[in-house]
């Protein structure tokens, strides 16, 4: 099987790479920052390539798009993201825009363009990390929850669409998980043990897209989250702006 | 509350050149307030085109989201407008067709107009909106709650507006009133804008009048959101405000 993962240097992304080159799959892993990958290209012996794209910007995801052309993928995960955490009106209008293109443009941008190009193998599958914040409101981070709620209806929206195309779709609503991006962006105090470990969720999403969910929640957190947001939404988002808003020091993008 | 009280209010409505924006500047406008319209086009008569003194007319295209929310800032300080008692976002575009045939131009403009245009207004609006706890109503779509095959990228904008919406109404909940509007399928010519011809479907949607009104029912009403369905359309007939209201 060959994967293409975004986002693979840190985190998610990168237990996600680690774990389909322990399988024996082949993975093309592209972040913005391919140093970190460097060990498991030259480990994995050619199975692991890596290939460094921008995701803000337009350009060099299109010159990725068109470099893909002769590649053929069993799975894309659309794992990489970044956030803005702080009031609303503290956070310039610059960060919303990156916030934004990489968030929802790039993954929408390279979804479709790779069923177009025809990049996708039969019965291949691609998935989209939106957040538990679909389920709960995530005052102090309102733009990213933005962008994980247009992703969450995305992914809805072309699963028939690209079933056509012989292209599956799995979206995944993480909850906290314990990474140098919930380090970043967490406010001071929040409990790090109550994250989820990527090694964990990588194996939780790989498992997910080999079978027929649609939608994942992984884990206890996840899944109360959603039936929380789902019963008491009002209640749910209350306690988000307990837990995170009314706690927010400095903002951070 | 004061703003209840029926007085002049000042009221900014974004695509207010055709379909639902022009009825609901219109709508306000003949109940005495003061309204600036926004669109992408050139009008060089407001007066003209609008039929009522008190709408004030500016070119913000929105596909240049950080550009259109300055140009609508600089024109309510131009105004002399100490405070703005309700926003409604609502110009918006679309794209349909196989999400696979989408273009990453059309995907980015899509994005552009309807999602990082209202974020970045928002942002500007708030100083203004903060005097008198003003209303922030932004313009989705039902099209969020089970999405849409032809208008992926469409849907997606519009449940972003949903996520931000739901958000930042916690947040701003001491200072101004955020809340999201669902239209359901109605009679503009935004279908035909986006070149899909709705033939017999036409009969199953809300005529836009009854939408515009009920969207100002929901308004008065600030509920945090609200899904204007045909059912909720025949609910708002006798819903009509009196001069000075919202
Ligand atoms: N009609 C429906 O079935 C339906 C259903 C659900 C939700 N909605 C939503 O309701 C709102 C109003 O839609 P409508 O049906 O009244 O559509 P409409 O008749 O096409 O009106 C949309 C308005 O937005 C303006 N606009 C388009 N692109 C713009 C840009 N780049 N910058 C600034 N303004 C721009 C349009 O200007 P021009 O006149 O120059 O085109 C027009 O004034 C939209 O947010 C739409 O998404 C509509």
Redesign the pocket.
């Known amino acids: 099987m060959r994967a293409l993962i975004t986002g693979a240097a840190h985190g998610l992304g990168r237990a996600l790479t680690e774990e389909l080159l322990e399988q024996g799959h082949e993975v093309l892993a592209v972040d913005r920052d391919t140093e970190p990958l460097d060990d498991l290209a030259v480990k994995s012996r050619g199975a692991c390539s890596v290939q460094l794209v921008d995701l803000a910007n337009p350009n060099s995801l299109e010159r990725m798009l068109v470099g893909l052309w002769e590649q053929k993928f069993d799975l894309v995960i659309l794992n990489a993201g970044i956030s803005a955490s702080g009031k609303f009106e503290d956070i310039p209008s610059a960060a919303y825009a990156k916030l934004i293109a990489v968030n929802l443009q790039a993954p929408l941008v390279l979804a479709s363009g790779l069923v177009r190009r025809g990049a996708m193998n039969n019965k291949s599958k691609i998935v989209f990390i939106s957040s538990l914040s679909h389920a709960v409101g995530y005052p102090g981070a309102s733009v990213y929850a933005a962008t994980k709620d247009a992703i969450a209806t995305y992914a809805k929206s072309v699963r028939k669409p690209f079933r056509k195309h012989g292209v599956g779709v799995l979206t995944v609503f993480p909850g906290p998980i314990q990474t140098d991006h919930a380090d970043r962006y967490a406010p001071p105090g929040a409990k790090a043990s109550r994250r989820m470990e990527p090694e964990v969720l990588a194996k939780l999403i790989l498992k997910a897209s080999t079978g027929k969910t649609s939608e994942l929640y992984p884990g206890l957190t996840a899944y109360f989250g959603k039936l929380y947001g789902r019963f008491a939404p009002q209640m749910a988002t209350k306690s988000m702006r307990k837990a995170i808003y009314e706690k927010l020091e400095d903002p951070v993008y | 509350m004061a703003k209840n009280e029926p007085r002049q209010h000042t009221i900014l409505i974004?695509?207010?050149?055709?379909?639902?924006?022009?009825l609901l500047a219109r709508a306000y406008a003949e109940r005495g307030h003061r309204i600036l319209a926004?669109?992408?086009?050139m009008i060089a008569d407001d007066m003209a085109y609008f039929g009522l003194p008190n709408i004030t007319y500016i070119r913000?295209?929105?596909?240049d989201p950080k550009q259109?929310a300055q140009r609508i800032a600089t024109a309510m300080y131009n105004l002399g407008w100490k405070q703005l008692d309700l926003a409604v976002l609502?110009?918006?575009?679309?794209w349909t067709g196989d999400p696979a045939a989408e273009t990453p131009d059309e995907i980015r403009k899509q994005i552009d107009?309807?999602l990082t245009?209202p974020i970045l207004l928002s942002q500007a609006l708030g100083p203004w909106l903060f005097v008198n706890g003003g209303k922030l109503a932004l313009?989705?779509?039902?099209?969020i709650v089970k999405g849409q095959g032809a208008f992926a990228t469409?849907a997606a904008t519009?449940a972003g507006l949903d996520g931000f919406a739901r958000s930042l109404r916690s947040e701003w909940q001491d200072r101004a009133e955020v809340m999201i509007i669902?239209?359901?399928?109605?009679?503009?010519?935004?279908?035909k804008?986006v070149g899909l011809n709705l033939g017999a479907a036409k009969a199953f949607?809300m005529s836009?009048k009854r939408a515009a009104k009920a969207i100002q029912r929901a308004i008065r009403k600030g509920d945090g959101k609200r899904f204007v369905t045909r059912g909720y359309g025949w609910g708002s007939i006798f819903a009509s405000a009196k001069e000075g209201q919202l």
Do not use: E
């Open positions: 974004t695509g207010a050149t055709d379909g639902i924006g022009l926004t669109g992408r086009r913000a295209d929105q596909s259109a609502n110009g918006a575009t679309g107009i309807n245009a313009i989705g779509s039902t099209a469409y519009k669902h239209p359901g399928p109605t009679r503009t010519g935004m279908h804008k949607f836009p």
